[in-house]
């Protein structure tokens, strides 16, 4: 029974890390909302390796960490992109719903369309529930969720970097922020493949490949802080868009 406990205990804290970290977006403590995000992976993390040296991975166990990461990994990315729509002082629009109630509402249109990124997270996620064990998830079929919700939560801090002040306009453009909604959406349930860190195992291309990915990504973030972590997944998935190609050129030859 303890078994079945300790895994479900690190989900939980993954899922309340990730519903914390939503109530700091609203008043825009980015930096705070990172880091319970980061802590919300990584206990997402946690769970699914205790559940597999304790031998008590379930069913439940499986459904409980998706809602989990739905959280984390799916709507708190969509709210910290919404709420970077709001900041960008984008028109508002006023519904009067005096013929119903005595209310109106107030929102800014264009802060939906950060809520692509957890209509496609949740898509990703459902399907990776689906997918066969038989590899052991020692790679990824699309983009984990929990990499696009890194790039998205520290993408407010990559913004406010004085190394990076040159890209504030180019990043906070609304075409650019739709245009990365919609890019990782596709890479989330796209048909390429992605390394799994979690180990080293593969031939030597592959674990060449995850060393230097690994070693590059924690470069960068030594050198920008926890503004790195978006850049360390712009080059996570560059590094592997090259390897599907070379991977696919040569079943063609």
């Known amino acids: 029974m303890t078994k079945k406990i300790i895994p479900s205990f690190f989900t939980f804290l993954n899922l309340i890390s990730g ?6 977006v609203f008043s825009s403590q980015f ?3 990172f ?4 802590l919300g992976i990584f206990f997402d993390f946690l769970d699914g390796f205790f559940a597999r040296i304790l031998d008590s991975e379930t069913d439940f166990g499986v459904q409980l960490d998706s809602m989990a990461d739905v959280i984390t990994s799916g709507f708190l990315p969509g709210v910290i992109l919404s709420q970077i729509f709001i900041l960008n002082g984008n028109s508002s629009t006023v519904i ?3 013929f119903f109630v005595n209310e109106k509402i107030e929102f800014t249109p264009l802060s939906l369309c950060g809520f692509i990124l957890t209509l496609a997270a949740v898509n990703r996620l459902a399907k ?4 066969s064990n038989d590899n052991n998830h020692k790679d990824f079929r699309g983009l984990p969720a929990p990499a696009m919700a890194i790039f998205f939560g520290s993408l407010p801090l990559l913004i406010k970097s004085p190394s990076f002040l040159f890209l504030k306009p180019i990043l906070l453009s609304n075409s650019t922020l739709i245009f990365l909604a919609i890019f990782f ?5 796209s048909n390429f493949v ?4 979690k180990t080293l195992k593969g031939n030597s291309f592959d674990k060449t490949f995850k060393i230097t990915i690994v070693l590059i990504g924690v470069g960068l973030i030594f050198y920008f802080g926890l503004a790195g972590f978006s850049l360390a997944i712009c080059f ?4 592997n868009l090259i390897k599907n190609i070379l991977d696919n050129k040569k079943v063609r030859d």
Request: charged share 5%.
């Open 35 to 38: 880091i319970f995000l980061l």
């Open 128 to 131: 990776f529930n689906l997918e």
């Open 31 to 33: 930096l705070i909302v």
């Open 185 to 189: 959406s596709f890479l989330m349930n």
């Open 194 to 197: 992605f390394f799994s860190l």
């Open 236 to 239: 996570y998935i560059f590094l």
């Open 19 to 24: 519903c914390i970290a939503v109530c700091f």
């Open 96 to 98: 009067d719903l005096s």
